[in-house]
């Protein structure tokens, strides 16, 4: 009789604890997907942050703030430009806010900094610019992925077109950090001229570049390149211009007169940049379905033209959703997330690319030209096809197998 | 050795000392006469240029905008003087560290909130935005007009400072803050009087770096440690002392920058080279400071004896 009550009593108590189990599974599958969103949103630097930003919340609206089902949170950290910000902000994104996947970064120094961080937090990490070689190559993790390029490739196709248009001798100006050294290395290993003098500049400390204009107009080159990302690109044209090499020396660049700075050098007229060639994986003109959307909601909501840091942090949150819809919801299940998200099986404002073994895309690289658009505003426009599904220069170093 | 470069970058040196000279000269006056730390100084010479670029924008007059960006500052450096800083000389400088900091950061914000966070370009008339031919090379017009109007502010400080009573006052407070009250000056309106000053002189340099340096939030933390290195090579408090060290600084700095990487490929392989001379160069003016420090801390031209 007594054991019989016993047993009576523990299948009860299993019965809840199976009901609660229930219960809690129940909630789970409603819960949200946290996503935290790593930028830069003070300094000089901000303006970058802001475009991400907003296309983060113009991919919400798109998406009516679900995924799969689930509602979809973002929560956004200011790196403050620093590094060791970066890391202590991605910090308290894994452990305390207990995110699902980490995205945004804009700077490969923040993200080199922050990168083991997520990774042992074993949260997945969505890389929306930072194209750090080491990433690419040794660095590269099963949970990693990026929806922009590795750093050397956009050179490359700017090195191409520097062959193709008779540039025998280039000079190059560009900071001295981990981007900068990329840039620089990715042109040099298309360009098949002479380098006729390089300059890495103090970053982001200096914005006074009239040393190094200097001994650009003593060298005489058939063309300079310059990367200089957010404010700096203005300074650089501007002392440029003063220092009377505009259409003297043609100016060829890579992330640097992109829709963040041009609004700013329309406005204080320096009409120099008009004409003026660049390469990237895409531009506010590509015509594909998702672009257009995500472009025209942009102007609309914004007032202005997306950059490519937007077009990226737009595609990392689609790619998000669209693993999480192939697991329906499932958060748990991180080998289906990471299956699915190697397949990139969604609309990308690029549109369809491919992942390569080292988690970054397979895809083309344009020439792109400054010009005035029907309204009036200064914008960047596709001329050329310069790479077609062109890998990085790293996937190589790279162990994992998928 | 091409001799014209050198030359040209003598003058870039030159004239990035004089951009320094003009922050660095308000930044020792208020440092030596009021024994005040105060890191907004480069916040009111972003909000020169913040001012001075819109309203070159809206008018497009280069005269305009220098007018009322130092105006601008003059008044905002006032109204802190008045407002919060009063209630600080009595304390040390740590307070003044953390209250001058907030100021950074409400300053930033307010820009931000005003202006939004692209920054501006300030457009300059055409005939200074190109470039003239002295001595065998072209050379910035601007860049020449800034040189032009640091030396006449050095001129006109260093006239003010020796050959006027209010200069004795400054000196006098420079040298013996304590004796300077008990003769009867009214310090009070003097100290709101030499913030004034060094917020005017700060004003000054915003607009004067805006044209060739872009205007963004927080364009003045970046300079404001360059400043503060001038004020303690040339010795705090004073003017002549800041002109010098300025122009030493901004001369080894753009040497550094121009040079550094031919000499060290002269006995390094050209990689290694390439990436220890950018180092090397932005750390030259710190090395120079502390040996400054080690063998005169009082620095060069010591206002206090």
């Not at chain 1, 207990?98 to 923040?110: C, N, Q």
Request: glycine share 10%.
């Amino acid at each position: 009789m007594k054991i019989r009550a016993i047993l009576w009593m523990i299948s009860a108590a299993l019965a809840v604890v199976g009901l609660l189990a229930v219960v809690f599974v129940a909630t789970d599958k409603a819960e949200t997907v946290k996503i935290g969103f790593v930028t830069t949103l003070t300094t000089g630097a901000g303006v970058i942050g802001r475009d991400m930003q907003n296309a983060v919340d113009l991919a919400l609206d798109h998406l009516g703030h679900k995924m799969a089902g689930l509602d979809a949170e973002v929560i956004y950290a200011d790196d403050q430009f620093k590094p060791q910000i970066g890391k202590q902000k991605t910090q308290r994104l894994v452990t305390r806010d207990k995110v699902d996947f980490v995205s945004g970064y804009i700077w490969s120094h923040v993200l080199l900094a922050s990168r083991k961080t997520v990774v042992d937090s074993g949260a997945f990490l969505i890389i929306s610019n930072a194209g750090a070689s080491q990433v690419a190559g040794k660095l590269c993790h099963k949970n990693i992925f990026t929806t922009s390029w590795q750093n050397d490739q956009v050179p490359m196709a700017l090195g191409k077109v520097l062959n193709d248009r008779g540039v025998k001798s280039l000079y190059i100006v560009a900071p001295n950090y981990a981007a900068g050294k990329n840039m620089v290395t990715g042109v040099e290993r298309t360009f098949r001229g002479k380098v006729a003098g390089k300059d890495m500049t103090k970053w982001p400390g200096q914005i006074d570049f009239a040393a190094e204009i200097a001994k650009v107009r003593a060298a005489k080159p058939d063309g300079v390149f310059i990367f200089f990302p957010g404010k700096h690109t203005g300074a650089f044209l501007r002392q440029f211009k003063q220092a009377g090499l505009n259409g003297k020396i043609p100016l060829y660049s890579v992330f640097s007169v992109d829709s963040i700075s041009l609004p700013k050098l329309q406005k204080a007229k320096m009409d120099g940049v008009l004409g003026s060639f660049n390469t990237n994986f895409w531009s506010p003109d590509l015509d594909t379905p998702a672009n257009r959307r995500f472009v025209s909601g942009f102007r609309k909501k914004y007032g202005r033209y997306p950059s490519h840091y937007a077009a990226q942090s737009y595609d990392s949150i689609m790619l998000i959703n669209s693993a999480l819809v192939a697991v329906k919801g499932k958060l748990k299940d991180k080998d289906g997330i990471r299956r699915a998200l190697r397949k990139a099986d969604f609309q990308s404002v690029r549109g369809p690319y491919r992942y390569n073994q080292n988690h970054f895309p397979i895809q083309n690289f344009y020439l792109r030209q400054v010009v005035t658009d029907k309204d009036g505003n200064w914008t960047n426009r596709i001329v050329a096809t310069v790479f077609k599904d062109h890998k990085d220069p790293y996937y190589k170093l790279c162990r994992m197998r998928w | 050795m091409d001799w014209t470069l050198l030359f040209e970058q003598l003058l870039n040196g030159l004239q990035l000392g004089i951009l320094l000279f003009l922050l660095a000269a308000g930044l020792t006056v208020v440092f030596g006469v009021m024994d005040l730390m105060n890191l907004a100084h480069g916040s009111l010479y972003m909000i020169g240029a913040f001012v001075a670029a819109t309203v070159a924008i809206a008018t497009g007059s280069f005269l305009l905008a220098m007018g009322a960006a130092i105006v601008a500052a003059l008044i905002i450096g006032i109204i802190i003087e008045v407002t919060l800083l009063r209630s600080l000389y009595g304390r040390g400088h740590l307070d003044q560290v953390l209250a001058t900091f907030g100021l950074i950061l409400f300053f930033n914000e307010l820009v931000r909130v005003v202006w939004g966070p692209e920054g501006l370009e300030m457009p300059l008339p055409a005939f200074f935005d190109t470039a003239v031919t002295i001595f065998g090379f072209s050379y910035p017009v601007y860049r020449l007009g800034v040189i032009g109007v640091g030396l006449v502010t050095a001129a006109f400080l260093f006239l003010v400072v020796s050959h006027t009573r209010i200069g004795m006052l400054i000196r006098a407070g420079a040298s013996d803050r304590t004796m300077v009250g008990a003769l009867g000056v009214d310090i009070k309106l003097l100290f709101t009087l030499v913030f004034g000053l060094g917020a005017a002189l700060a004003g000054l340099a915003g607009v004067m770096a805006a044209p060739i340096l872009s205007v963004a939030i927080g364009m003045g933390e970046e300079i404001l440690i360059l400043a503060f290195v001038v004020i303690v090579i040339g010795g705090i408090g004073s003017i002549q002392g800041a002109f010098v060290a300025a122009i030493v600084i901004g001369v080894i700095d753009t040497l550094g920058r121009s040079f550094l990487d031919d000499l060290f490929k002269l006995f390094l392989p050209a990689n290694a080279a390439e990436t220890a001379a950018p180092a090397v160069a932005s750390m030259l003016i710190y090395i120079l400071m502390a040996a400054v420090l080690f063998f005169r801390p009082q620095g060069l031209f010591p206002a206090r004896t």
